[in-house]
């Protein structure tokens, strides 16, 4: 079972810039869809974007254009750059490894501050 290590979080203005890992152990990440949740206070996680295990990424509209999902197999590490931070991008932020086969492990989370 593949085990999973955010970091990176931390406390930052709006219009800062993040960037935070998710360090994977017991299995190499190219055999899952890498994914990145977050959960702010009171509300539902929610999907902030996909990095394929084949090609291709998906960002929610919210971070389009601000965020980008990376993979490094090599480190099997997964990394989630966030630029031009707002405030309602304050969450803690989730790693997760889905593969079909095996399911789903999700990371302990890594807290991000955006303050205004």
């Known amino acids: 079972q593949v085990r999973l290590v955010e970091s990176g979080g931390g406390l930052v203005q709006a219009g800062g810039s993040l960037r935070l890992s998710c360090a994977a152990s017991?299995?190499?990440?190219?055999?899952?869809?890498m994914r990145w949740f977050r959960q702010a206070p009171g509300k539902e996680r929610e999907l902030v974007a996909i990095?394929?295990?084949?090609?291709?990424?998906y960002y929610a509209d919210s971070v389009k254009g601000r965020f980008t999902i990376s993979r490094d197999n090599a480190k099997n590490t997964v990394y989630l750059q966030m630029n031009n931070l707002k405030p309602e991008d304050t969450a803690v932020y989730y790693c997760n490894a889905n593969n079909a086969g095996t399911g789903s492990v999700w990371g302990q989370g890594t807290q991000v501050t955006v303050s205004s």
């Open positions: 990095i394929w295990r084949g090609t291709g990424t």
């Open positions: 017991g299995r190499a990440i190219s055999m899952y869809d």
